[in-house]
């Protein structure tokens, strides 16, 4: 528990207590970048790096439970241009890899701007929803 915390304050900068399930998602995706709810920390990086305009990407997800929270049911990962009120034209399908990671594929931002990034964690009755924003040239 001591080193998985170590991990998350090197990542985060601040403790966030996990649940044993959770400990080795943050050391997986180190170097990735962080959002948080109430109830989840989640990091995420995109393959490639930089996304580039109109060309294919995946995104890789570690959701870490805060503590006491339950594993995520369903984990879900959308883009949507703020300034032009639309999403993209492709959904992205998102596949359980075990631990707290999840593959997101598919993704593809069709134009240069601003891109939020929409990410959904669903687990006991209950929708968290994340949001990073991605400036793409």
Same mark, same amino acid.
């Not at 305009?53 to 870490?64: D, G, K, L, M, N």
């Given at each position: 528990? /001591?080193? *998985?915390?170590?991990?998350?304050?090197?990542?985060?900068?601040?403790?966030?207590?996990?649940?044993?399930?959770?400990?080795?998602?943050?050391?997986?995706? *180190?170097?990735?970048? /962080?959002?948080?709810?109430?109830? @989840?920390?989640?990091? @995420?990086?995109? /393959?490639?790096?930089?996304? *580039?305009?109109?060309?294919?990407?995946?995104?890789?997800?570690?959701?870490?439970? /805060?503590?006491?929270?339950? *594993?995520?049911?369903?984990?879900?990962?959308?883009?949507f241009m703020p300034e032009h009120n639309h999403g993209m034209n492709y959904k992205a399908t998102v596949k359980a890899g075990g631990g707290g990671r999840y593959d997101a594929a598919g993704l593809m931002f069709h134009m240069p701007g601003r891109w939020d990034f929409i990410f959904e964690v669903r687990a006991a009755g209950k929708t968290d929803r994340m949001t990073a924003t991605l400036m793409l040239q």
């Open positions: 528990m /001591k080193i *998985a915390l170590q991990i998350c304050t090197l990542l985060t900068g601040a403790i966030v207590p996990l649940s044993a399930a959770a400990q080795s998602c943050v050391a997986d995706l *180190a170097g990735g970048r /962080k959002v948080e709810s109430e109830r @989840y920390v989640l990091f @995420y990086r995109t /393959k490639p790096e930089p996304v *580039a305009v109109s060309q294919h990407f995946t995104v890789e997800i570690a959701v870490c439970p /805060k503590g006491g929270q339950p *594993a995520p049911e369903i984990v879900r990962v959308d883009g």
